[in-house]
C-alpha cells in the first residue's frame, strides 16, 4: 500500500525526517485499513460533504493543502528569512494527515461519499488525532490535526497550525 500511497500523494516525500515521514504514511494507511476504503475509492472520495457535488478528491484536497502550506513556508523563508522560522516538516506533515480522520468519519455507499455511523459520533479532528497518536506521531503534529478545523478556535494554535487551519480554509470556501 505504501507504494500504491506515494503514487497518489508524492507530496509525503516533501518530510524530511524518515521516521517521521513513515508514522504519517502509517497512519493513512490504518484510517484506510479501519475505513474499508479501497485504493480505487480513495480518487473518487469526496473531501467535503458541505459542498454538494463536489468535483474535488480527497486526495487532491489533502495534495492542494500541502502545497499552499509548502508555498507559505517558502515565501517566509524568502521574505522574512531567519525573523519567522517554522518548522517545515511538521508543517507539511500536519497538512498531509490533517484530513486523515475524514477515511472514519465517511463511508463510500454505492458510489456515493456519506457520513459513516463513527462520523455521526466524531468529527475527523478527533478520529485524525486517534489515528496518528497510535502511530507516534508527536504532539505538535497531533495539535495541528486537533485544531485545523472550527473546533481548534477555542484554543491558541500553533504557527505551523494556524497556516494549516487558513491554507485548508483558503482550499475549502474558494471551492463552495
Ligand atoms: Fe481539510
Request: contains cysteine; hydrophobic residues 45%.
Amino acid at each position: 500500500m505504501s507504494e500504491e500511497l506515494l503514487k497518489l500523494i508524492p507530496e509525503f516525500n516533501l518530510i524530511q525526517e524518515p521516521d517521521l515521514r513513515q508514522k504519517c504514511i502509517k497512519t493513512w494507511e490504518e484510517g484506510i485499513k479501519r475505513g474499508g476504503w479501497k485504493s480505487a475509492d480513495l480518487t473518487k472520495m469526496a473531501f467535503t460533504l458541505l459542498i454538494p457535488d463536489c468535483q474535488v478528491s480527497f486526495v487532491e484536497h489533502t495534495r492542494a493543502v500541502t502545497l499552499t502550506c509548502v508555498g507559505v513556508a517558502a515565501v517566509f523563508a524568502q521574505v522574512y528569512g531567519d525573523r519567522n522560522p517554522i518548522n517545515r516538516d511538521y508543517l507539511i506533515a500536519g497538512a498531509l494527515i490533517h484530513d486523515v480522520g475524514k477515511l472514519m468519519e465517511y463511508a463510500m455507499v454505492e458510489g456515493e461519499t456519506v457520513k459513516s455511523e463513527f462520523g455521526a459520533m466524531l468529527r475527523h479532528p478527533f478520529s485524525g488525532v486517534i489515528l496518528a497518536a497510535e502511530q507516534g506521531v508527536p504532539v505538535e503534529v497531533l495539535h495541528m490535526i486537533a485544531s485545523h478545523a472550527r473546533e481548534g478556535d477555542l484554543v491558541k494554535r500553533s504557527k505551523e497550525a494556524t497556516i494549516l487551519h487558513h491554507a485548508d480554509f483558503t482550499n475549502f470556501e474558494s471551492l463552495k
